[in-house]
Every structure is written in structure tokens, then in C-alpha cells.
């Protein structure tokens, strides 16, 4: 997959770079709004930070959605609502405050690409580990074979944390990407939803509380499988 890289910022983006490039992208970095329009293509996917030195990286992204549905991913270090709404208001797909991991923006990725690009018909469900499939273009869990049946916040929620199992998700990121970026109400939701999870997939997935911070979730071998 190639990814165009907009951001003004060396260390970042060259630290972003060297990630995603470790997980098999293809990444041109530009750190101007002019270079970003101007670059030839073609890729996949644009991270655009908004505080580029040439111009708004709104305004960029306006321009971008007005040329064609590319996904655009927002990395910036502007957290005021505003900035998010605008974004996604002018195109944007997805919005990623700064401080983030790579593995973070990969999985946001990874999720947009899901949006635009629907698996294809008869295309395998992902599996994790030897028990748990997980078909994400008719949304059915399955362990052993059998369906689960989950609530579609807790299906949300289970295809969200297994896009990068063993990543640490904050939950203002897991409130942002499964209920919505400008949430409102109590995160306790997120606790109920973690819990019935852990009850459905107890001895196949086990999802760790880190105390102030979020939810790791990992993939339970079957010991008996080797």
C-alpha cells in the first residue's frame, strides 16, 4: 500500500516513515501543502498534518476531497473539537490526534481502506490465531466455527481491537474510532462492553486493563495446538 506523508516536522515524519515502513508500506513524504498537491501519485491512503508551514492543511485537504475519493487521514496536534469537525466536515475519513503510535495509525488505516474498499465477494475471513475468525464485510464473529452473537457496538468494539492485537488503545481512541469523535457521554460504556466481550471470548481473546490509559487486547493460544 503507498502512503503519501504530509508533515512539516522531520523527526515525526521521518519516525512515521520508518514504521510504516516496517509493516510492508511504500511512503513519499513531502512537508508542504504545495508539494502534497503537486506530487503525481499514485497512492492509497494521505496522512496530512494541518500545521504545515506553506499553508492549513484544511485547506489542503479540501483541495484533495475536491480531486477524487483518495482516503484522507488527519494527523495533527491540534486536539480543539473544532479542527476535528472542520476536518471531517471538509472530506477527511479519520482523525488522529498527536501524541499517537504507529501502530495506532495503521490500524486507522487499515480500518479506512476497509470503508472504501469493501472485501470482495467470497474473499476469507481474517483469522486470529487457531479459534477466532472475524468476517468484517458481513460483520459475524465466529470461534470454533460457531457464531457469536454480539451486539454491534460490541462487534465494533472486538473488530477495532483486533486490528492490531497486542497494541495499547487508549480509550479516548477506542471512544473516538467505535462510538464517535465527539462523544459526550460517560466512557463507562466502554467498561460494559469490555466486559461482555471478556464473558464471550473468555480462553480466546484476553482483553488487559492498563489503569489510566486504555485496553490492550491479545490472542490466547491453544497451548493443546502445538
Given at each position: 500500500?503507498?502512503?503519501?506523508l504530509?508533515?512539516?516536522?522531520e523527526?515525526?515524519?521521518e519516525?512515521?516513515?520508518?514504521?510504516?515502513?516496517?509493516?510492508?508500506?511504500?511512503?513519499?513524504w513531502?512537508?508542504?501543502?504545495?508539494?502534497?498537491?503537486?506530487?503525481?501519485?499514485?497512492?492509497?491512503?494521505?496522512?496530512?498534518?494541518?500545521?504545515?508551514?506553506?499553508?492549513?492543511?484544511?485547506?489542503?485537504?479540501r483541495?484533495?476531497r475536491?480531486?477524487?475519493?483518495?482516503?484522507?487521514?488527519?494527523?495533527?496536534?491540534?486536539?480543539?473539537?473544532?479542527?476535528?469537525?472542520?476536518?471531517?466536515?471538509?472530506?477527511?475519513?479519520?482523525?488522529?490526534?498527536?501524541?499517537?503510535?504507529?501502530?495506532?495509525?495503521?490500524?486507522?488505516?487499515?480500518?479506512?481502506?476497509?470503508?472504501?474498499?469493501?472485501?470482495?465477494?467470497?474473499?476469507?475471513?481474517?483469522?486470529?490465531?487457531?479459534?477466532?475468525?472475524?468476517?468484517?464485510?458481513?460483520?459475524?464473529?465466529?470461534?470454533?466455527?460457531a457464531?457469536?452473537?454480539?451486539?454491534p457496538?460490541?462487534?465494533?468494539?472486538?473488530?477495532?481491537?483486533?486490528?492490531?492485537?497486542?497494541?495499547?488503545?487508549?480509550?479516548?481512541?477506542?471512544?473516538?474510532?467505535?462510538?464517535?469523535?465527539?462523544?459526550?457521554?460517560?466512557?463507562?460504556?466502554?467498561?460494559?462492553?469490555?466486559?461482555?466481550?471478556?464473558?464471550?471470548?473468555?480462553?480466546?481473546?484476553?482483553?488487559?486493563?492498563?489503569?489510566g490509559v486504555?485496553?490492550?487486547?491479545?490472542?490466547?493460544?491453544?497451548?493443546?495446538?502445538?
Amino acid at each position: 500500500m503507498h502512503v503519501l506523508l504530509v508533515e512539516d516536522d522531520e523527526p515525526v515524519a521521518e519516525s512515521l516513515r520508518r514504521g510504516l515502513k516496517r509493516y510492508g508500506f511504500a511512503v513519499d513524504w513531502v512537508s508542504t501543502g504545495a508539494d502534497a498537491l503537486s506530487h503525481p501519485g499514485p497512492y492509497d491512503v494521505v496522512l496530512l498534518d494541518l500545521g504545515l508551514p506553506d499553508t492549513d492543511g484544511l485547506d489542503v485537504c479540501r483541495a484533495l476531497r475536491e480531486r477524487g475519493g483518495v482516503p484522507i487521514i488527519v494527523i495533527s496536534a491540534r486536539s480543539d473539537e473544532t479542527d476535528r469537525v472542520v476536518g471531517l466536515e471538509l472530506g477527511a475519513d479519520d482523525y488522529v490526534s498527536k501524541p499517537f503510535g504507529v501502530r495506532e495509525v495503521i490500524a486507522r488505516i487499515r480500518a479506512v481502506m476497509r470503508r472504501v474498499q469493501p472485501r470482495p465477494a467470497g474473499a476469507p475471513a481474517d483469522r486470529y490465531g487457531a479459534r477466532l475468525t472475524i468476517d468484517r464485510k458481513a460483520a459475524r464473529v465466529h470461534v470454533d466455527g460457531a457464531e457469536i452473537a454480539l451486539a454491534p457496538k460490541e462487534y465494533d468494539l472486538l473488530a477495532f481491537l483486533t486490528e492490531e492485537p497486542g497494541a495499547l488503545m487508549s480509550r479516548e481512541q477506542i471512544m473516538e474510532a467505535v462510538w464517535d469523535a465527539n462523544w459526550f457521554g460517560p466512557t463507562k460504556t466502554l467498561d460494559v462492553h469490555v466486559a461482555a466481550l471478556r464473558r464471550k471470548f473468555a480462553g480466546v481473546v484476553a482483553i488487559a486493563a492498563v489503569r489510566g490509559v486504555g485496553f490492550r487486547l491479545e490472542i490466547v493460544e491453544d497451548a493443546g495446538a502445538a
